[in-house]
């Protein structure tokens, strides 16, 4: 078969027009969008400005909590971003946001010399009256060993959770000790304590408390709800050793707010012949109070603005559109997510894939899906256009990122490109999430992963079907 | 020559008691100290306690600035140690020291959407009033640079001196630095500025302030001083590029309180032979109040506890008595250590080698000295006896550690059993100075250096001389 190719002398990209018999009847993908793919991962990897968005984002922005002035300004920044950059469609899309603020907490361990304890509010935590709590501490091994206690074992005490997260590359060690993050606090309410400590849900040595939400039930008490530093857990931990009764004293001033208005920013690279159709990026514009946003999410900011900007300099646009979006309130209960889902309507049917990207800004090293049975091929020759990353094959029961769920379960296939984890724990949810934990030439190899990715669905010949939830499984 | 060895069957320490010919003439020990040195090295290296007792500390103790409840709980601590490890002579000699509270520190990025920077006080520094001072920045790169400016430049403004800590295994670095921090206060107040932020004195990446003490001059204003972490002295860095004007506000409520007592507690392995003949082991028991105080200087309480303590097990005993001196208030003006020079009068020529260990949990890689021309060899010989540790020679410059300096100035020789640095000036004076910081088995390593050391200057047939100190020659 004869194939006449011709490549046209760009700059910076060299892209080659390949005057190709029309495609085989069954195929994804030309040859000539197979080596667009190509030539998209090999600029990727040669270097991007993804750093330097998230740069932007830190310096300008920094933390920027739900219903912050911050949060504003991140909207603010992202609308004037996507504009400068050429995206079209720029646009947000209002989202009543939940708010809450941290105020000042103070652990200590009482007693004729007092020690302070670092530790910091969970999210959504009450907080104490002025003098605090001041408890006997009662050690758990899990969330499962307290909800085994009576109330009369529990009453009155400071529990406190002290299982340490594992360290792993794919973050399973976070999924096996969030639920004392998030269930703890009630469970140990339900049973009469007077606050709870848990050990962080992280993997640092240094010495931050790692915050994060909880989810007060509406059957339990709500009581202050704070993570020790793993350093202080340990120093609990030492105390508590001997047996003998140790008190903790804990003051907390976080409270909420009343709920505010944040956005959704979203831009688009038009697709050249059915523009209606749309190849979803997402990240979270929103971060967490204590740091300055860099791993969450500036990077996944960073990664999905920069591959799509990468795609909307190629010649030949896909056929579909590449949309990037923003979501408001990741960490404070999908707010953002759950908008976009709420009004996207009719249109899910025509979202042909999503991926997130909200997993710091370690190396891609695994692709995972959730697509129909007979698109894991195409899943396949994705992770084959991106072989110089020598990428694992994930399995089709991939979960996507957090605010790809209300989507997905309106059926919409989703995709993992599965970045290293092993140290995005160290760092998660804490105050040392500083642009000084991202390597500017990891964060490349991710672009070039979600820039491929994204080009190549968009240009399929063919969608990856639709993909039944586990919620709809399970009715 | 027939040397004939009885070897003694303990079960925790295989000694051989020699019945050699007498030492032969010159000759600084016999070969019986020699085996004994080599066994007590290979004692230390299999296993010692130093790590329960530095965990002990930080746990019983943690925090223990200069006269605070945690310092007298360290006097405490260490008698009640001292005491129940079998040292002979334990007490202690008060000791007047400075009293300083670090209240709480808040920078902030004025501006529309002002972000907070990670910051501590320096070490003596006055505060701000209630509401803080706020004004414009003005970066230098260098203390230097700034004694450069013309007090109309500076005057008014928030001085940022932006140098950065080096990383070497000698911890060059922090010499090459400390001086923004000691000196910078009065610079920046003496040119008339209103505050004074630097970047911290260490090499972390992390989101941790590293304090320390500074150094009011009498002729200069005393303005507040503050050290930023190292992500936020970059953050400061990046908002200043552009060149527009950039505003920070200030808040401290450091304040000094009324000199309060500490206490140097020392306990003795009594020499066999000439027991009023010192080899001291120093450390400082008291710490900065961020950290728990375990590589500054609880590892070095631990060191020097242990190589003791090990002597102390020996059948045989040196002839001299090796003396273990926990210094109070090293960090905030060498309170404990010039005490001991003022009463140590005359027994001051019968201090035979002083050693302090106060660079943290790292291993010990080189042998340094300050001993008379004569004793050199003897140092080398002490290598020789350390030959499986493969220490480097170092000159016979040492500078030893800052407690032994007013005790050097009366012609006491000192020994540097130089510790690996490298990561050191991350932990250092922050709140990061945990136990998590310390491994036990290079603890031990240092252990076998310091007890060999100990050992052999305590046998030496002969002393290490006297020496001149650079103040003498300088007079």
């Known amino acids: 078969m004869l194939i006449v190719v011709r490549c046209a002398k760009v700059p910076t990209l060299a892209l080659c027009a390949v005057l190709a018999p029309a495609l085989a009847a069954g195929a994804d993908w030309s040859e000539q969008q197979l080596a667009t793919a190509g030539a998209l991962r090999d600029r990727a990897l040669s270097g991007t400005t993804a750093y330097e968005h998230v740069t932007s984002l830190v310096t300008e922005v920094g933390p920027r909590s739900a219903g912050s002035s911050g949060d504003a300004a991140a909207v603010r920044w992202a609308l004037n971003k996507l504009g400068s950059l050429g995206f079209s469609q720029v646009r947000s899309q209002d989202v009543l946001v939940p708010r809450w603020v941290r105020g000042h907490a103070e652990v200590t361990l009482a007693g004729p010399n007092a020690q302070s304890l670092v530790a910091v509010a969970l999210g959504g935590s009450v907080g104490t009256s002025d003098e605090g709590v001041e408890a006997q501490v ?7 060993a ?10 009155g005490k400071i529990v406190f959770i002290n299982q340490r997260m594992e360290r792993t590359r794919d973050g399973a060690g976070y999924g096996a000790t969030v ?8 469970a140990a309410g339900h049973l009469g304590a007077a606050a709870l400590l848990i050990r962080s849900v992280g993997t640092s040595d240094q010495r931050h408390g790692h915050t994060g939400s909880l989810n007060y039930r509406v059957d339990a008490p709500r009581i202050p709800a704070l993570a020790l530093s793993n350093p202080d857990a340990d120093q609990l931990a030492r105390w508590l050793k001997p047996g003998k009764p140790v008190r903790v ?10 709920s505010s208005w944040s956005a959704n ?26 740091g300055q946003g860099a791993i969450d999410d500036g990077a996944g900011v960073a990664i999905v603005i920069e591959a799509a900007r990468l795609i909307g300099r190629l010649e030949r646009k896909p056929a579909r559109t590449v949309r990037v979006v923003l979501f408001a309130n990741e960490e404070f209960g999908l707010s953002g997510a759950k908008e976009y889902a709420r009004l996207v309507g009719d249109a899910a049917a025509r979202h042909v894939l999503a991926v997130e990207a909200d997993l710091g800004a370690g190396a891609v090293w695994r692709i995972q899906s959730k697509v129909a049975p007979d698109a894991v091929p195409a899943v396949d020759a994705i992770r084959e256009a991106l072989k110089p990353l020598a990428l694992e094959a994930g399995n089709n029961e991939a979960r996507g990122g957090s605010d790809l769920r209300p989507l997905h379960a309106l059926g919409v296939p989703i995709l993992d490109l599965s970045q290293d984890a092993t140290n995005y724990f160290d760092v998660h949810h804490t105050v040392n999430d500083t642009l000084l934990q991202i390597d500017p030439k990891t964060l490349n190899q991710v672009v070039a992963a979600y820039a491929v990715t994204a080009y190549l669905a968009a240009s399929k010949n063919g969608d990856f079907g639709r993909v039944a939830t586990e919620e709809k499984e399970q009715r």
Do not use: F
Request: glycine share 8%.
């Open 249 to 258: 004293r804990v003051k907390s001033t976080a409270r909420e707010l009343p």
């Open 265 to 290: 920013v979203i831009g688009e690279i038009p697709g050249s012949e059915r523009p209606n159709e749309v190849v979803l990026l997402g990240a979270h514009l929103d971060s967490w109070d204590l």
């Open 138 to 144: 009662l050690e758990v091994a899990s969330l499962d």
């Open 179 to 186: 639920r004392n993050r998030a269930e703890g606090p009630s």
């Open 146 to 155: 307290l909800n085994a206690l009576p109330a009369t074992t529990v009453g």
